[in-house]
């Protein structure tokens, strides 16, 4: 029986990003966009406006060369929407490889527990690019209108009252939920601010409200723009390369202890590596920004 075009079905396979035996502590989403990409509740997969420290990494070059190519890809296809999906286990780990061996194909990217670290902070990254399957379709093109033109006026006309340069929103504190005042001075150099609850007197990051409504970078975006914020965020918000230089190790200091490297006028603070001692010479990462 001949199989006809009808008949013929595509599947895209992926392996799991977190097979590990190391606990995941964060989860991010993250797409280039503004608009709604803020969460303010910790145990939810958190997005871009939830993001602050960049991965430094040896592998800067390799890892950008990869997204910019799987990009291009998604791009030819018409495809967008995809996010950069990161995991983090944010406890140093030391020794070797864990005993576990996985069963399937693990790329130059996962070299640690099946991810990758940071010497920065010596957490460990899991990465990957999913949601690789939605066309920049009638519906996507439709919904990039109303959210940018229509509401986007909307928003401008009907914007929230300014008193003494400053904007009042009600806020609830994310810790003990008591509802208070916070007042927001204008204009706002960052998406993000973190205010301190007068009740519980805790602190926590906030995205007001007025902020949010207006924002009109939204992730519906055509293939071709959206693979250039995509990969231009990657390159100046996630990734950061590291410079390595050539130290000998100080008296006392041996693998897992911290001490200090003076370099071009600053002095960094870092962790001896695998198999340090006194007097031997050890390659070190050091995170200049």
Not at 215 to 241: G, Q
Request: aromatic share 10%; proline share 4%; glycine share 6%.
């Amino acid at each position: 029986m001949a199989v006809g075009a009808r008949d013929i079905h595509y599947f895209v396979v992926v392996t799991n990003v977190f097979d590990t035996l190391l606990s995941i502590d964060a989860v991010f989403d993250l797409k280039g966009s503004t608009s709604k990409r803020f969460v303010s509740d910790k145990l939810s997969t958190l997005k871009d406006l939830n993001w602050r420290e960049p991965i430094w990494t040896s592998q800067y070059d390799d890892m950008v060369r990869q997204i910019e190519v799987d990009s291009e890809l998604l791009q030819r296809n018409n495809i967008m929407d995809y996010s950069l999906l990161v995991g983090v286990h944010r406890n140093p780990i030391i020794g070797e490889e864990e005993t576990y061996s996985s069963p399937i194909y693990r790329s130059v990217f996962q070299y640690a527990h099946g991810g990758l670290t940071c010497q920065g902070t010596r957490a460990t990254y899991f990465i990957s690019i999913i949601d690789v399957l939605q066309d920049y379709d009638a519906t996507k093109q439709v919904e990039r209108f109303v959210k940018t033109k229509v509401l986007g006026v909307v928003s401008s006309v009907m914007g929230p009252k300014i008193t003494n340069g400053a904007i009042d929103e009600q806020v609830t504190c994310i810790y003990c939920k008591s509802v208070f005042n916070q007042s927001f001075h204008i204009p706002m150099e960052a998406k993000v601010v973190s205010i301190t609850c007068p009740f519980c007197m805790q602190t926590f990051d906030l995205c007001p409200d007025f902020i949010a409504k207006s924002d009109i970078n939204i992730s519906s975006l055509e293939p071709a723009l959206y693979r250039s914020r995509f990969t231009d965020f990657v390159r100046a918000r996630v990734l950061k390369r590291t410079t390595q230089i050539a130290v000998e190790i100080p008296g006392s200091v041996f693998e897992g202890d911290y001490f200090n490297i003076p370099f071009q006028n600053k002095t960094y603070r870092v962790a001896a590596p695998q198999g340090a001692c006194p007097g031997s010479i050890c390659h070190i990462e050091l995170c200049i920004g």
